[in-house]
């Protein structure tokens, strides 16, 4: 069964987007992949943002650029949790994405992760986090990755000066 969605507002999102995709995959998560574009496709989004909960869905990853009102308006039409990734802007560089996400009114909240590539992959760990409260192999599996990290980071060297 798909236990998350991996939505963005375009193809081109992709790039910054596949790294919430790889996360997943390396935790064996079941996940899907959909272009969902508030503005351009709003029937599709009220459609996903509807049958979310019923298709067993437990967290919506969506990313989107500019005026990137994706996570705020599938958070709308569904209380699935939303996790919304800022992608890079061309004139911008995200910092629209960013505050668009971010800004949303009390009442319909939107957890936010940071700009791009980081933002994507810690949206996909965040959700494993929100899974891995009732799967305690998820949780152990969490765990092993945060132990390899440290262990890259101990292990790290810097150059003599010359
Ligand atoms: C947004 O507009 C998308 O999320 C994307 O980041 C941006 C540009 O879309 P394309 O013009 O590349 O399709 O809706």
Request: no cysteine; aromatic share 0%; hydrophobic share 15%.
């Given at each position: 069964m798909i236990e998350v969605g991996i939505v963005m507002g375009?193809?081109?999102?992709w790039e910054v987007m596949q790294h919430a995709a790889r996360v997943l995959k390396e935790f064996s998560v079941a996940f899907e992949t959909r272009v969902v574009?508030?503005?351009?496709?709003p029937d599709l989004l009220f459609h996903y943002a509807e049958t979310a909960r019923e298709r067993g869905l437990s967290a919506i990853i969506a990313g989107a650029g500019g005026a990137a009102h994706l996570p705020g308006m599938l958070a709308a039409k569904t209380t699935i949790p939303v996790l919304g990734v800022p992608v890079p802007s061309r004139y911008l560089r995200g910092e629209d994405s960013l505050l668009s996400i971010v800004q949303?009114?009390?009442?319909i909240p939107v957890a936010t992760f940071a700009i791009g590539e980081a933002g994507a992959a810690n949206a996909a760990l965040f959700a494993l986090a929100m899974l891995a409260v009732s799967r305690p192999e998820l949780a152990d599996a969490l765990a092993d990755f945060r132990r390899r990290q440290e262990e890259a980071v101990l292990a790290m060297t810097l150059p003599e000066v010359e």
């Open positions: 375009s193809n081109s999102d574009s508030a503005h351009r496709t949303m009114p009390k009442g």
